[in-house]
């Protein structure tokens, strides 16, 4: 059988080779939009598959903050626990935004370090099943990119909060325990170039970048809301890993969010110490987003429910995903 990504690149409506459709070429947004169907293809579709399925909707299937119990008899997978949030630490200090930005900006002068693509993440999430009881597998994915355009990536089932110890994976649509660092995937890509983000090149300015980020999460507005920043920052950090400058420009950004209100300092799930920005949207979800507050930097981004919904039995404060980034 055919590989679907091969089917993909076979269905390209503007081959470089051959004659546009009668009603033109496609404009960047529709291209860009092709160029990551085509990249995250394989990653997407183990999550997407019949049994498995990952999304805000489904992860509030889920009771986060309790143990989850796996079936399948005496030799079933053990019931595991769902991260908690993160709590911020009694009597510290919330810092600024402002105050972050203009650290960030002193911290950016020498321009190091350098902007490098390609990105370093661990990520908790609740993957749910239509006949099974949600379970929460952390992974560290790993992606690099070389001169020519090529890149690799590598996927493994880590938990560095509990280092050594077996970790969930849902490899084949079926929870079950591997060892911790069980290698997932291990991919490589040709030459992927383009001049639309994710592809382009972050700019280090506050004004260009929140176009670039307008851009990235496909926003018909000129003005990012404060939730779609924080998304787009996601986006951003899971294909670049930022230099001092663009994390200078991204806290000036932050700084400008309405509703992104500090907290204090937290302690995020990789034992880094940094300051907690909290944000709450109509939709019932809480984001945090952790900064080093010395030079701006992204830490990690965590979403919580907000809401008691009996009829998924969701209660307030359960973790739905959380990311921690490094370099």
Not at 204 to 211: C, D, F, G, I, Q
Not at 218 to 247: F, I, M, P, V
Request: glycine share 8%; net charge negative; aromatic share 4%.
């Amino acid at each position: 059988m055919a590989d679907e990504l091969d089917l993909l690149r076979a269905a390209d409506p503007v081959p470089a080779d051959g004659p546009h459709y009668g009603d033109g070429p496609l404009d960047h947004t529709a291209e860009r939009h092709l160029a990551r169907l085509l990249h995250d293809t394989p990653r997407a579709r183990r999550w997407t598959g019949p049994r498995l399925v990952w999304s805000l909707a489904a992860a509030l299937a889920a009771v986060a903050t309790t143990l989850t119990v796996l079936p399948g008899g005496p030799g079933g997978t053990p019931a595991v626990a769902a991260p908690r949030p993160l709590a911020v630490r009694a009597h510290s200090t919330p810092v600024p935004l402002t105050d972050v930005a203009d650290l960030a900006a002193v911290a950016a002068r020498d321009g190091s370090p350098a902007l490098r693509r390609g990105t370093h993440v661990q990520s908790w999430s609740l993957g749910t099943s239509d006949d099974r009881p949600p379970v929460t597998l952390p992974e560290e994915r790993v992606e690099r990119w070389a001169a020519d355009g090529t890149h690799t990536e590598v996927v493994v089932a880590t938990d560095p909060s509990h280092p050594g110890r077996p970790v969930l994976t849902d490899e084949g649509d079926r929870p079950r325990r591997v060892e911790d660092g069980h290698v997932l995937s291990r991919r490589s890509f040709p030459p992927m170039w383009g001049d639309a983000p994710p592809y382009a090149t972050p700019p280090h300015t506050p004004a260009k970048l929140r176009s670039y980020l307008t851009e990235l999460i496909y926003s018909h507005t000129r003005t990012l809301s404060t939730a779609q920043l924080l998304d787009a920052t996601r986006e951003l950090l899971d294909n670049w890993t930022l230099g001092a400058r663009e994390s200078a420009a991204l806290a000036d950004l932050l700084a400008d969010a309405q509703g992104l209100r500090p907290a204090g300092q937290v302690t995020d799930r990789l034992g880094r110490t940094g300051q907690a920005y909290v944000h709450d949207d109509a939709s019932g979800a809480r984001q945090m987003l952790i900064l080093d507050p010395s030079t701006g930097a992204v830490l990690g981004l965590e979403m919580t429910s907000t809401r008691n919904d009996p009829e998924y039995g969701v209660r307030a404060g359960d973790v739905m995903e959380y990311s921690a980034w490094m370099r």
